[in-house]
């Protein structure tokens, strides 16, 4: 008589997401939440920086959207071209507004300087956008906090842009850097300051059939 080998059981496969983003504030802030996820960094040859290109006349909060159903897009089509397995993508970004006035990226160092001489003493506006791509889907949520800044001293600037620390940052600081020595006042997200607002990330991951813990 032959015994059959058992049946080897099917490996369970956790559900994830992808995040499309290489930002380590994000991906902390996902974990911080138990969102299991995998990045999906654009590609070398993908020219991640023309889709932040600010045009002519738009407002901050459709700026903001705009970008990130842009990276929403462009993870959608980066996933079919690798061929991966299907699961829910997040994308999203982050921008700083005083007034009308978006302020970016920094350019260099004088840029940086010049946004944190901007912001000193003042209340500005931290834009955050996250989608969630679920098939044909892309559902989008807007996050609007308001950040206080005491006055900043201008060694402290100098020394802070010299900490390299602004140079990839929105509005040139890092809410959970040094730059909340000076933060007077914080109405809004804090997660969503970081770069990635977690309550309507996880509203739009429940409406995409992600339980979370």
Known sequence: MTTL???????V????????????????????????????PADDDEDAERLEVVHAGESPAAYVRRVTLAKAGAARARLARRALPAAPIIA????????????GK???AA?????LRLLSGRTHRVLSAVAVVHGARIALALNVSRVTFARLPGAWIDAYVASGEPMDKAGAY?????????????????SGIM??????????LRGAGQSQR
């Open 111 to 115: 840029d940086a300087a010049r946004m």
């Open 13 to 40: 496969t956790e559900p994830f997401v992808y995040l499309a983003s290489k930002s380590p504030r994000r991906q902390a802030l996902l974990r911080q939440i138990g969102v299991r996820f995998e990045p999906l």
């Open 5 to 11: 080998p058992p049946h080897a059981p099917e490996p």
């Open 174 to 190: 890092a809410i959970q850097g040094d730059a909340a020595r000076h933060v007077r006042r914080i109405d809004g997200s804090h």
């Open 106 to 108: 920094p350019v260099d």
């Open 92 to 103: 999203s970004d982050t921008t700083v507004a005083i007034g009308g006035q978006i302020l």
């Open 195 to 204: 770069g990635l607002p977690l309550y309507e990330t996880s509203r739009l």
